[in-house]
């Protein structure tokens, strides 16, 4: 009996107990000369693509495909993380560190479902990976059988749809052949992101007379792109350059461009100064003369000043959402207008979704940035007038070192968090990929943690899943292996996702989790101290019956799973425990206990009610 009798069998002996039919009741036959299994197509396929890894968590929908991955494993390495939601994650920040998509599986029902949040993860970031869901049978299509999602003649291709570019619901291997190239090309054009097949399980061992195809090109995303008129770039320049207080936004649109040599040339070309979204953190190096920051209610201070004292702002590919902006509050992070904004963007839908454009340019970030060097070249365009603005500047990133130079070494116990920001700082090598988590460690991450590298800082700004750092950490690792890969995750993070060290052991992945420990879900919390007079209800981690705040001894869960783990209690321990993370090529968790009632300062002018240890605002506020 062949394999796949055997699968039949298997489950005919089991669905007599089950009260349901076998799924697999027709078989077109061996495969002939001219003819190949779906699961065949799918992963020569993979190969043409050069996708190395593929991940995901076996079942019983999905062991077809991975009969066909078996044959090309000298080619495709195969990682199973303790969770399919895991596997999205490590996609995911592997796609924004190299920009090749990998493949992710899933078996049926609860598969897809734990996939789902990785998925809208990055659909949400514009990061793209390659899902394949497995589905009942074609015979059992709406018949109730296990795991098929048949109420009100649904499918999972449907529930996908709102979170890829496409769901392909493939109902023939032939389809294959079409579906394949189609999806590899749109995951990587125009704005990024996953692409889902909804596949029967029966069709990875079904046969067709049909070849593996090839890929339709594979070239980059920034290839495949619109025309941009030089007339709408030269009127851009020309308004920034005429100005008195320009400057530029590099947004998300930079990373997924892979534009930061480009964002670096026209920033000196023009010698006008950058600021960043949250997601745009790191498209130039922290100490570069022309960077002031991210800007935003948790941002850093000059860039925040500067951006509500602007007179012009050219935006690359940036989406202007509640958190940069102060939740679109006049006067809170922007003042527009009066302020004119010049916003370049790939999707058309973005331009103007949220404030005024006087000048909206549609394109890819990498090709504007490249016509724009070459004309301001051309032209000797520079800002003139520009010396009383960056004296004002310069004047408030002294007010920011100085407000933040006292907590980089304080003594504090629990820790300060900036102190222990500043030592991981001070010790990281240049190539250091950082991979924020969800939650306070997030934003105390994006206001103190120094890119020295552009493209080596992850994080997640649309859907904010947590989970993305603590797991997405891994995939940091498979797309830089000679880098060391930190994580900065929450215990509230670190919890969902433990299991993240036993799969770094298992497959050789050494990565650091600093796991800021405060028995809390910290930001969470914090709203109910500002927002609710101090009623705090399921955001502190409490034993019911000591009343103490509790949480497991992450750093024995660490040495548990095979990996290093060691707890942090004074600032003194911090420094030589993180250097020896970092060197030791193991993977480590160090828990590290913080000070709870530290809030991460908000640098906006709106007032929030006054409890200043939660919240504390910076600054005193000047607006022309």
């Known amino acids: 009996m062949d394999w796949r009798r055997a699968y039949s ?20 036959g061996m495969p002939g000369s001219n003819e190949m299994r779906g699961a065949d197509i799918i992963a ?45 994650f490590m996609a995911d920040v592997y796609f924004r560190l190299t920009g090749q998509p990998l493949a992710v599986y899933a078996s049926t029902g609860p598969g897809p479902m734990n996939m789902m949040i990785s998925v809208a993860n990055a659909f949400y970031d514009n990061s793209a990976f390659f899902v394949i869901t497995g589905q009942v049978p074609t015979t059992q299509v709406n018949s109730g059988a296990l795991q098929d999602d048949y109420r009100y003649n649904g499918d999972m291709s449907a529930i996908f749809q709102p979170v890829v570019k496409k769901s392909f619901r493939i109902r023939k291997v032939e389809e294959l052949c079409r579906a394949l ?56 320049l020309q308004l920034l350059c005429s100005s008195e207080r320009p400057l530029i936004l590099a947004g998300g649109g930079i990373r997924v461009a892979d534009a930061y040599e480009e964002l670096r040339v026209l920033a000196e070309q023009l010698e006008i100064p950058v600021y960043t979204s949250f997601m745009g953190k790191g498209s130039l190096p922290y100490d570069h003369k022309l960077h002031l920051g991210i800007a935003g209610v948790w941002g ?21 959402n509640d958190l940069h902006t102060g939740s679109w509050i006049p006067g809170y992070v922007y003042n527009i207008p009066p302020t004119k904004l010049i916003q370049v963007d790939i999707d058309a839908n973005e331009i103007g979704r949220n404030y005024p454009v006087e000048i909206g340019i549609t394109g890819d970030a990498k090709q504007f940035l490249g016509q724009a060097i070459k004309i301001a070249k051309g032209k000797a365009l520079r800002l003139k007038t520009g010396d009383n603005w960056r004296r004002e500047i310069q004047g408030w990133q002294s007010e920011w070192r100085n407000f933040c130079e006292p907590f980089e070494r304080s003594a504090e116990v629990p820790i300060e968090p900036r102190r222990m920001l500043a030592d991981m700082n001070r010790l990281s090598p240049p190539g250091t990929v950082m991979v924020d988590d969800i939650g306070n460690c997030q934003v105390w991450s994006e206001q103190y943690w120094q890119t020295k590298i552009p493209g080596t800082h992850m994080t997640s700004g649309g859907f904010a899943a947590m989970g993305f750092g603590v797991c997405g950490v891994l995939g940091a690792r498979l797309a830089r292996p000679d880098s060391p890969c930190v994580t900065l995750c929450g215990d509230g993070g670190f919890m969902m996702w433990p299991h993240a060290v036993a799969t770094a052991v298992e497959y050789n992945l050494p990565a650091v989790w600093v796991v800021q420990n405060n028995y809390a879900i910290g930001t969470i919390r914090d709203l109910q101290r500002v927002y609710l007079d101090g009623r705090e209800l399921g955001t502190s981690f409490v034993n019911e019956q000591t009343g103490q705040l509790w949480n497991p001894d992450f750093a024995a869960m660490a040495q548990a799973m095979g990996g290093r783990g060691i707890r942090i209690e004074h600032p003194d321990q911090f420094a030589d425990a993180y250097a020896e993370a970092l060197h030791s090529n193991i993977p480590t968790v160090l828990d590290v206990v913080i000070n709870r009632d530290t809030g991460v300062p908000v640098t906006g002018t709106w007032q929030m009610p006054p409890i200043p240890e939660v919240q504390p605002t910076f600054g005193q506020r000047k607006v022309r």
């Open 9 to 28: 069998s298997s489950f005919s002996s089991y669905s007599s107990e089950q009260s349901y039919s076998p799924p697999l009741t027709s078989y077109s």
């Open 181 to 236: 190239p189609e999806a590899f090309q749109l995951m990587r054009t125009g704005r990024p992101g996953p692409v889902h097949f909804d596949m029967p399980y029966d069709l990875y061992i079904e046969s067709a007379p049909v070849s593996t195809p090839d890929p339709l090109q594979n070239t980059p995303a920034y290839e495949h792109r619109s025309s941009i008129s030089d007339y709408s770039i030269e009127r851009a």
């Open 300 to 320: 850093d201070y000059p860039a925040t000043e500067a951006c509500r004292n602007a007179d012009v702002i050219l935006a690359i590919g940036a989406r202007f």
């Open 44 to 88: 020569e396929y993979l190969v043409k693509e050069k996708v190395p890894y593929i991940l995901g968590y076996a079942g019983h929908g999905a062991i077809g495909l991975l009969d066909g991955i078996y044959k090309q494993t000298d080619k495709i390495r195969h990682i199973s993380p303790r969770i399919e939601q895991g596997a999205g």
